[in-house]
Every structure is written in structure tokens, then in C-alpha cells.
């Protein structure tokens, strides 16, 4: 099973872009990147997902380079409603799961 | 939301009683998964459906029992509960194919006195 490591905890400042790098050196052919933001008391919600180079979507960019072993998240222009928890997931989902969801990067956004 | 309801929302009850908690999912999607989610922690897989009757078992399974006998009804059942098992349970749906989105219920916060 793929293992990410993200930072525990970020501080930014309202305007700001933000970029959480998540680390997956062990990452399989087939698995795809995903991440997901979670406020408190509230389940994950899906931000993106990605397999390689760069996928864009209306709330975030996901960067991965070739070799596939990091990957980064890019918030634009964060606001107070983004301090939230990110998670980074990689593997194989539905009939063969093989996700693991670690500790997420706590994301602190500052007026 | 995906139209996915989870019941009770709370609930407190005593050690060596059985639980059982509902998650119920108004689109007809094939997958559905049980979470727990511990105080400064990620999700754990519980166990998980890809069908009607086929459910498969998850990181964190010893202590449950999972059964789906309708699409729309995955049900997580505590043979019998321990404190271990205080937690907040989270059910979810995916839809399939290449997406990896998932859709998570409101969650149930159980105590286990």
C-alpha cells in the first residue's frame, strides 16, 4: 500500500495561494492522486484527483510531476473558509481498496 | 450530498451491548464503504459493499459485521460494543469507473460507556 506524508499543520493568509505537497514514493502504476478537505464535525468532501502532470478544476489545481512520487495541491486565493483538513490519498479504490488515509495537513488560514 | 442519510446521528450505550448503525443512499450506487475516524486521525476502512449481498472486509474490521440486502441500505453492526469503538462513523458512496470521489454521510458520534 502507497503511504503519503504531508505536513501536519500550515498557516497562511487570506489572499494567499497555498500549496500542500503530499510524498508518495511508493506509488503503484495504476494508483490515481486524490485529496479531500475535511471542516470539523463534517465527513471528507473530494477536492481532485489527478494521475499525472496537472489537473485543474473550480476550487484547485493538483501538480505531479513526472515520476509521480509527490504530488501538489494548489488552493487559489484562500479565504477564512478554508481552514479545513487535507487529506491526500493514493492507491486503488472500489472492488480492490486500497486506500490509506493518514493524519492530513491542518490548513490555518489567517485574516 | 448524494442523498446519503446516516442513523442514529448520536448515541450512547453501555459495553457488551450490540449496535447497529444505518447508512441509507438514494441514488442506487454500487459501492458504499463504512469509516471510523478517531480524534486527530484519518479515516480507517471499516468494511465495505461493492454489491447487493458482497461486502468485503476493511483495515479496521474485527468487532463488526457489516450486511447490504437492498442497494440503498448498508447497515454496520457492533457484535458487542467496547469502549475501543467510541468514535465517530462515517458511511460513504462512490460512483464508480475511474472517479475516485467519494460522497460522505453526516457521520453518528457513538459512545461507548
Known amino acids: 500500500l502507497a503511504k503519503t506524508t504531508q505536513p501536519i499543520s500550515m498557516d497562511s493568509y487570506e489572499g494567499q495561494e497555498v500549496n500542500i505537497t503530499c510524498s508518495h514514493n511508493n506509488i503503484a502504476t495504476n494508483d490515481y492522486i486524490t485529496w479531500y478537505q475535511q471542516f470539523p464535525s463534517q465527513g471528507p468532501r473530494f477536492i481532485i484527483q489527478g494521475y499525472k502532470t496537472k489537473v485543474t478544476n473550480e476550487v484547485a489545481s493538483l501538480f505531479i510531476p513526472a515520476d509521480r512520487k509527490s504530488s501538489t495541491l494548489s488552493l487559489p486565493r484562500v479565504s477564512l473558509s478554508d481552514t479545513a483538513v487535507y487529506y491526500c490519498l493514493v492507491g486503488a479504490l472500489h472492488s480492490n481498496y486500497q486506500l490509506i488515509w493518514g493524519a492530513g495537513t491542518k490548513l490555518i488560514i489567517k485574516p | 450530498d448524494a442523498g446519503i442519510t446516516q442513523s442514529p446521528r448520536h448515541k450512547v450505550t453501555e459495553t457488551g451491548t450490540p449496535v447497529t448503525l444505518r447508512c441509507h443512499q438514494t441514488e442506487n450506487h454500487r459501492y458504499m464503504y463504512w469509516y471510523r475516524q478517531d480524534p486527530g486521525h484519518g479515516l480507517r476502512l471499516i468494511h465495505y459493499?461493492?454489491?447487493?449481498?458482497?461486502?468485503d472486509k476493511g483495515e479496521v474490521s474485527d468487532g463488526y459485521s457489516v450486511s447490504r440486502s437492498k442497494t440503498e441500505d448498508f447497515l454496520l453492526t457492533l457484535e458487542s460494543a467496547t469502549s475501543s469503538q467510541t468514535s465517530v462513523y462515517f458511511c460513504?458512496?462512490?460512483?464508480?469507473?475511474?472517479?475516485?470521489?467519494?460522497?460522505f454521510g453526516p457521520g453518528t458520534r457513538l459512545t461507548v460507556t
Open positions: 459493499s461493492y454489491g447487493v449481498k458482497d461486502t
Open positions: 460513504a458512496i462512490s460512483v464508480g469507473g475511474d472517479s475516485y470521489e467519494q460522497y
